[in-house]
């Protein structure tokens, strides 16, 4: 989140909140614990919120495990990185290529180490990237269908999976009411909404020039309130969301857990975890989704981040190794639903029990978002990029338009229940949006399940019950149940800061022209 995806957070006093509710599945009924996930919290220790008792709390808890860097040179990571941003700007966003270069993706490609390339191809008819480097290695990047842009690992030229050619089976946009087409429902608003401030939220909303956000889209009760769009972009173009592609990786497996396929609770069956008397067995898959596994990385939201590491963090976007083997063979730093962390072995975990559970139904991997997910909700130009060898970077690779965001943010308002049917289990909106046991006893309430962000600790002018969809750059879909809205705001990397500043303005308006739902 936002720059380096470090975390602001402040304290506030407040009681962790447990919460019973019933989940219905395809194995019949079972518990879905909203609150610990099963496990008594009291007596656990618990810090101010201040660097230097979060950090000492977490000592109390650490294990014996070893830490071990990545391989490689970061500015070859660095370039690879660059190469992917520049493939993905151009080939599937469709941007110039000097404002690529200029203003996206400076997550994983800083802006200023891409000077050290010394000579950048452009393949418009093989949809690839190669940037040279003084020392003559180059990193290459090409797009693959709907599996996006993939950098090759270094002497490559090719990925090491067959790619898919996803089908979508929806409805003719054009002739398709909203949500599962483009068309719009002219009929007039409730009389309590005050349209001349909804107006004068969405143009606050998209900001300034400085601001550079390429799309806004405002929904109430499900219908479009209102939305903006940059010069050349529109409803259709997929924008970089960086790690609200982390939510979306959750609400995948929200809908494998709905279709019995997995129970919330139960240990993470990933495979190198199953070796006799392997202690990462009591991880379970809700403490991953909850940023609370404990597995050892390095990320520069840790409060006692090393800078001198090149962050894991970063590599499982940029290493172009098998990104679920990395992150599956990391060892554990602390036990399970104890310290809440920000760090991508998460949700990378989280999409390898993405594909293990898709494949074990006999399900086509690449075309399991699309088929049982985006399908049921009207998502037809949203799409997963993965890593070399075909696995979805599910920590913040997905390119979608601001409208499909919408639909994702009010599945979620719906309580999961799309058109009448079911999607998520029921009570999986209420996992995502109550703040993790693991960072409220760290006095950091910002985290939920399923990897959405939380208002806890109030602020943005907006209800503590608002959560959110979050990634670097000033990507962000949020949701107000008190006021049936779904706010989504897309923009390019540079335009973060101002970015952030114009949509708390518009939230403020929003909440005087929109009254609270009865």
């Not at 609400?251 to 919330?264: A, F, H, M, R, S």
């Not at 981040?305 to 090149?310: A, I, Q, R, V």
């Not at 036990?335 to 809440?340: E, K, M, R, W």
Request: hydrophobic share 35%; glycine share 12%.
């Amino acid at each position: 989140m936002g720059r380096g995806d470090r975390v602001h957070t402040r304290r506030l006093d407040r009681d962790m909140k447990h919460t019973t509710l019933a989940l219905v599945g395809g194995l019949g009924a079972v518990t879905l614990l909203v609150g610990c996930g099963g496990q008594d919290m009291e007596g656990f220790p618990t810090s101010d919120g201040s660097q230097e008792q979060v950090i000492a709390r977490a000592a109390s808890y650490e294990l014996d495990t070893e830490y071990v860097a990545p391989p490689g040179d970061p500015l070859h990571h660095h370039t690879a990185g660059f190469a992917k941003i520049l493939c993905s700007g151009v080939f599937i966003t469709g941007l110039d290529a000097d404002d690529t270069a200029a203003n996206m993706g400076g997550f994983i490609s800083p802006f200023d180490e891409r000077h050290h390339v010394v000579d950048t191809v452009i393949d418009y008819e093989r949809q690839t990237v190669s940037l040279t480097l003084p020392d003559g290695v180059t990193r290459t990047a090409q797009r693959y269908g709907n599996q996006g842009c993939v950098p090759h690992p270094i002497g490559e030229s090719d990925v090491y999976f067959t790619p898919t050619e996803v089908e979508r089976n929806l409805p003719p946009a054009a002739t398709t009411p909203w949500p599962m087409g483009d068309v719009v429902s002219d009929e007039p608003w409730p009389a309590e909404l005050d349209m001349e401030k909804v107006e004068q939220a969405l143009d606050a909303g998209f900001g300034p020039p400085e601001a550079r956000t390429l799309g806004l889209v405002v929904t109430y009760n499900g219908r479009i309130l209102g939305e903006r769009y940059d010069d050349g972009v529109d409803m259709h173009t997929p924008l970089e969301s960086w790690s609200m592609t982390k939510s979306l990786t959750g609400t995948l497996v929200g809908v494998l857990i709905e279709q019995g396929v997995y129970d919330l609770w139960q240990s993470a069956p990933i495979p190198e975890w199953q070796g006799e008397g392997d202690p990462r067995q009591e991880i379970r898959i809700g403490d991953i989704m909850r940023m609370s596994s404990g597995i050892r990385i390095n990320a520069p939201s840790d409060p006692d981040y090393n800078p001198d590491t090149y962050a894991d963090h970063y590599y499982l976007y940029t290493g172009t190794v098998n990104s679920y083997e990395y992150a599956a063979t990391r060892p554990q730093q602390w036990p399970p639903n104890t310290i809440g962390r920000y760090r991508n072995t998460d949700p990378v975990l989280a999409s390898y029990l993405v594909r293990l559970g898709a494949e074990s139904a006999g399900m086509d991997y690449h075309s399991f978002p699309q088929q049982h997910l985006f399908d049921r909700i009207g998502i037809r130009d949203g799409l997963i990029e993965t890593d070399p060898y075909g696995n979805f970077l599910g920590q913040g690779l997905a390119f979608m338009p601001a409208r499909d965001w919408a639909r994702l943010g009010n599945l979620y308002l719906q309580d999961g229940v799309w058109n009448g049917e079911r999607i998520l289990p029921e009570g999986y909106a209420e996992y995502a949006s109550t703040v993790a046991p693991a960072w409220d006893a760290d006095g950091r309430r910002v985290y939920g399940g399923a990897f959405f962000w939380v208002n806890g600790e109030g602020g943005l002018g907006i209800p503590e019950t608002a959560y959110r969809m979050l990634g670097a750059g000033g990507q962000s879909t949020t949701i107000i149940p008190t006021h049936g809205l779904v706010v989504v705001r897309l923009g390019k990397y540079t335009g973060s800061g101002p970015g952030a500043d114009a949509l708390e303005e518009a939230f403020g308006l929003l909440m005087e022209a929109v009254p609270p739902v009865e």
